[in-house]
Nanobody
């Protein structure tokens, strides 16, 4: 079993940057891919970014493309989300999730088996 644990959320001004981290605790030999989702108040949870287990393939929501970068350090069992040029509409709880190998639809919540507890990101205007 894998337990993702997020960190790095906080309050930042519009135009600023934050880096979220997600560490996969628990022993497993399964090569899980990872993803970041977010949920703003009153809205449904949405896909933000995904990455393959080896880190060679990434995918982004159109709303964050060019501003956010997902990366993975397998030696540390950690995935990162570097968020630049933050906007007020990026305010949300950000969740990290683990995706079993071979699952094709990275943008669907149903593709992810293990979820973190979430970390709040607030962008002040």
């Amino acid at each position: 079993q894998v337990q993702p644990v997020e960190s790095g959320g906080g309050l930042v001004q519009t135009g600023g940057s934050l880096r979220l981290s997600c560490t996969k605790s628990g022993r497993t030999s399964t090569p899980y891919g990872m993803g970041w989702f977010r949920q703003a108040a009153g809205k449904e949870r949405e896909f933000v970014a995904g990455i393959s287990w080896g880190g060679s393939v990434t995918s982004y929501a159109d709303s964050v493309k060019g501003r956010f970068t997902i990366s993975m350090d397998n030696a540390k069992d950690t995935v990162y989300l570097q968020m630049n040029r933050l906007k007020h509409e990026d305010t949300a709880v950000y969740y990290c999730a683990a995706r079993p190998p071979g699952v094709p639809n990275w943008r669907s919540e149903e593709s992810y088996k293990y979820w973190g507890q979430g970390t709040q990101v607030t962008i002040s205007s």
